[in-house]
């Protein structure tokens, strides 16, 4: 963290003094600017990453360093100004703006135009391409040029970086994103294991499959070329009854393979706004971009259900809600799982294009078996009229349904100070599981 801070230092000096006799040729209307070299110390920070990625040249590093200034020394430009200018005054050709909080003077594209090529024409012109899309900048997401009112320079826009580039270089990490209307997804953990999971052996196998994907895709996708013919990431359809084990699978395969999880709640998405939710979907997938996360879409029939004919416009903008989700999805470079209750639900031409799609079955009576035995607490004795394996095999119940019922049967034990677990209160907390799903018991 030493040397990065000692970097940004010797960075923000060595843009400063760019700066300076830049103004100085201005000012004296000199001809040549003298541009010193910027070296940096051997360093595992943000920046001296980027360096080593991109390779940047002198321009790239100008700009990347210019647009970080403000984040660090809020009154750099101004110190500029006023080393250049002990006179005082603004300089137009220095570009610049105000913020609605910041008092000093914000670096524009402008800024980054002057200083690069100061008043000659072609030079300036030149430097523009590092705004384009084709640059690595955009490419990226590492800073762009903010958006201007209309009928002003487009270069007056202020330089936009990256907020997790800001918060990694003056913090020296990148916090989790928290659930919010900007982010409405939720970050998932679990204590559980794989051995808490009791899946259909068929589910299991192909839930391995996705791991060893999500543990050697970068090796299959880059060093033995694949990428090349293949659209990056991966795309997982989970279907089945509620309560079979979506949701914590998704948990626990960010948990073995070191990847946050988080699940999308479309209902924070969805808006019956003409292009909002393509917006809300757009600030989601750009957030996780090149972030290694896995995406969870509980409940993805919401925007994945089968098409209709259009018969009205709402139908038309549903169709084309969905289509920017798939065009959004087979985009990304992480896993994405989508899960719904019922397979039917979603069109074919969706699942067309995933790689998996996994049934989660209703535990059979040998795995419910195993569901009441590792979910028990071990504190609890269980009446001699109490037998498992007859529980399991009468009651066809889900994992989740099976924890709800322990849950509420331990609570019970606790507090009726009760030695044992009988029978009649586990069958009256099976039944009110029964009620609460609408099964007639």
């Known amino acids: 963290m030493q ?129 384009g899309n084709a640059h690595w900048f955009a490419k990226q ?105 979506k949701t914590i699978t998704a948990t626990l395969l960010g948990k073995h393979t070191g990847r946050d999880v988080f699940r999308i709640d479309l209902s924070r998405v969805i808006s019956k706004y003409i292009g909002e939710t393509e917006q809300n979907l757009a600030r989601l997938f750009d ?24 018969r009205d416009a709402h139908d038309k903008y549903a169709n084309q809600q969905a289509s920017y989700l798939l065009q959004r999805i087979e985009t990304f470079d992480g896993l994405v799982i989508l899960a719904t209750n019922q397979r039917n639900n979603i069109d074919d031409a969706f699942i067309r294009r995933f790689q998996s799609v996994i049934h989660f079955p209703m535990p059979r009576a040998e795995e419910r078996l195993m569901l009441w035995a590792n979910s028990l607490p071990s504190q609890i004795a269980l009446s001699p009229d109490v037998s498992l394996t007859d529980l399991s095999t009468r009651y066809e119940i889900s994992g989740a349904a099976i924890l709800n019922v322990v849950q509420h049967c331990s609570i019970g034990v606790l507090a009726d100070a009760s030695a044992t677990l009988d029978r009649q209160r586990l069958e009256a907390a099976i039944h009110r599981e029964f009620v609460k799903e609408g099964k007639v018991v």
């Open 3 to 131: 040397h990065s801070r000692t970097n940004l230092r010797l960075a923000l000096d060595w843009l400063r003094t760019i700066a300076v006799r830049r103004l100085e040729q201005h000012h004296d209307q000199a001809e040549v600017v003298d541009i010193p070299i910027l070296e940096l110390l051997p360093d595992e920070g943000v920046l001296a990453r980027l360096v080593e990625r991109h390779a940047p040249t002198y321009e790239d590093l100008l700009v990347l360093v210019l647009a970080l200034a403000p984040h660090v020394d809020p009154q750099f430009l101004d110190s500029v100004v006023a080393e250049a200018c002990p006179e005082g005054g603004e300089l137009a050709i220095l570009g610049g703006a105000r913020g609605v909080n910041h008092r000093g003077v914000l670096p524009t594209a402008e800024t980054a135009l002057f200083l690069l090529g100061g008043g000659d024409l072609n030079e300036r012109m030149d430097a523009m391409r590092l705004f």
């Open 287 to 310: 957030r996780a971009e090149s972030k290694d996360w896995i995406l969870f879409f509980d409940e993805a029939d919401a925007l994945f259900g089968k098409r209709t004919d259009i």
């Open 141 to 245: 997401q590492v800073l762009w040029v903010d958006r201007v009112p209309e009928g002003e320079p487009m270069w007056s826009g202020r330089l936009i970086v990256h907020p997790e580039i800001v918060e990694e270089i003056t913090t020296g990490g990148v916090s989790r994103p928290r659930f919010s209307t900007a982010f409405p997804a939720e970050h998932l953990t679990t204590e559980m294991d794989w051995e808490d999971l009791v899946l259909h052996p068929t589910t299991l196998a192909q839930i391995r499959d996705i791991q060893n994907w999500v543990s050697h895709a970068d090796t299959v996708m880059g060093e033995w070329g694949l990428g090349r013919r293949v659209r990056p990431g991966y795309r997982a359809l989970f279907y089945g009854p509620p309560g079979t084990g």
